[in-house]
């Protein structure tokens, strides 16, 4: 069986839906850093039959409000000096600045360098969102 | 209550109360113009049109001169610096310093909500693409209030664009935050009122919405029928307008069993879809509305500037 060392300091994300790995790394830009990032998938997992996990190395400064809209079933884990330091669960976010577009193609947002678009969710199973700037509604996909 | 240094960016900004109390003045200073004719002596109103307008520059205009202010602006994006390129809210930030309230125009759905951040001085919509028009909808409720005494249980008809008609969407919103009221939507299937406004109405005034296709099926009830223009600057393509754009006409005959003291409301500008037989009909009061429009921009920009 594959094995993976464990990380002295970072973040582990766990319990990533099979598939959804590559996406984080995409959307955390994760592609493109100067330190190391693992990325595991398909892992044997008692929850989920199968899972993917994160390993981030001397990295905590990330924006991981992203994740709760990709996967809002997955664990993050604070790893320092080896040991788990802290461990939480992110659930879909009510506000959300400048993470995706607004689909109104009127929108202010779509149109400005100084617009940066805003949502505030509106149904988590949905995943909608109203625009702050144009009240349309817009569906993260 | 203060509205000195407030932005008016959408109706919902200001309380019924405030409200009213801009319609009040609006109605003393319609009685009494020459009390208010200098009380914005040395002040300035810029007026930032990205998009054609007439009715709305005009009486912004009139409205602050009467007041014995004074006027500078632009009417086309294509006469701004936004032609060059620059961001609105470089124009907005810079125009705060030549003046001291503005009135902006935009095409962009929002433009006004994220102008009114940058900018110093006080901000009005004055329309933004198929979005808000909320002086049309102080207007609006002037003239209803001036011609039905009140503005409470009244059965509105709000009839033709409703999806870009951004003078319906202010006016819908607004009205359902008073009492009793029920609304009768009528438009081509293509053109119905956005969910969000609809969800948003359903949500926080639970009131009363019939959507139908002709005129006919309300006319003997409604107390209030506004028409609007199919617009063809807001659609992507031709064909899609030319398809819609003369799905209503209110002809004489269409409104023979409506009641005496039915109010037919129109922002204007009309093209088509109230024939001119109409005008001569005495609850044709759309004319009136526009007037009304110069007197409620006075008392606005009076409240917002702080010179009462």
Known sequence: MLSVAGIEQGIVIDHINQGNGLKIIEKLGLGNVNF????????DSEKLDKKDIIKIENAFELDLTMLGLIDPNLTINIIQNGKTEKKYKLSTPTSVKGLFECQNPRCITNHDIYAEPTFTLIDAKQLKYKCDYCEDFTYYK | MNLTGKHLIDPSNFSLDELNQIFTVAQDMEKNPIKYCDICKGKILATLFFEPSTRTRLSFESAMMR????????SDAASSSTKKGESVMDTVRVVSGYSDIMVMRHPREGAPKLSSSYSTVPLINGGDGGHQHPTQTLT?????????????NLKVALCGDLKYGRTVHSLIKTLA???GMSFYLISPPQLQ???????????????????????EDCIEEIDILYMTRIQK???????????????????????????????????????????YEIDQDPRAVYFEQADYGVYVRMSLMAHLLGVL
């Open chain 2, 193 to 215: 009122l956005p969910i969000y406004i609809k969800e948003q109405l359903k949500e926080s005034y639970n009131i009363k919405i019939h959507e139908l296709t002709n005129i």
């Open chain 2, 67 to 74: 007041l014995g202010g004074n006027v500078l602006g632009f």
């Open chain 2, 140 to 152: 609006d409720l002037l003239t209803i209030k001036n011609l039905r005494g009140n503005i409470s």
């Open chain 1, 36 to 43: 190391p990032v693992v990325l595991l998938t398909n892992v």
């Open chain 2, 233 to 275: 600057e807001r659609f992507f393509n031709e064909e899609d307008y030319l398809k819609l754009k003369n799905s209503y006409i209110l002809t004489q005959d269409k409104i023979e069993n409506a009641k005496q003291n039915l109010l037919i409301m129109h922002p204007l500008p009309r093209v088509n879809e109230i024939s």
């Open chain 2, 177 to 179: 935050r008073y009492p």
